[in-house]
């Protein structure tokens, strides 16, 4: 039964793992790229999620969900940067 689920938690990591690396990249090139923008992105990204009267797909659906999960998880890392130590 696990097999019927592979091709879902790799299309998940994949698109985790891609979304998350963009990130990294764009924080490194741009330093003023920080909390305040990526909160933007993920306040369209929601939007963008709730706009699904078409429906997407489950594909599509699990892409958007590591996409959401990867800003979330970067958010939090900048947030854990700017915390005094």
Same mark, same amino acid.
């Given at each position: 039964?696990?097999?019927?689920? +592979? &091709?879902? +938690?790799?299309?998940?990591?994949?698109?985790?793992?891609?979304?998350?690396t963009s990130?990294?990249?764009? $924080? +490194? +090139?741009?330093?003023?790229?920080?909390?305040?923008?990526? $909160?933007?992105l993920l306040?369209? !990204?929601?939007?963008?999620?709730?706009?699904? &009267?078409?429906? $997407?797909?489950?594909?599509?659906?699990?892409?958007?969900?590591?996409?959401?999960?990867?800003?979330?998880?970067? !958010?939090?890392? !900048?947030?854990?940067?700017?915390?005094?130590?």
């Open positions: 039964m696990a097999q019927c689920t +592979e &091709w879902r +938690e790799t299309a998940y990591c994949k698109s985790y793992d891609s979304t998350l990130l990294r990249r764009r $924080r +490194e +090139e741009d330093p003023s790229f920080g909390i305040v923008q990526l $909160r933007a306040d369209n !990204l929601y939007i963008q999620d709730g706009n699904d &009267w078409v429906g $997407r797909g489950e594909l599509q659906d699990i892409a958007m969900q590591a996409t959401l999960d990867a800003h979330e998880s970067f !958010l939090a890392e !900048l947030e854990a940067e700017q915390r005094p130590s």
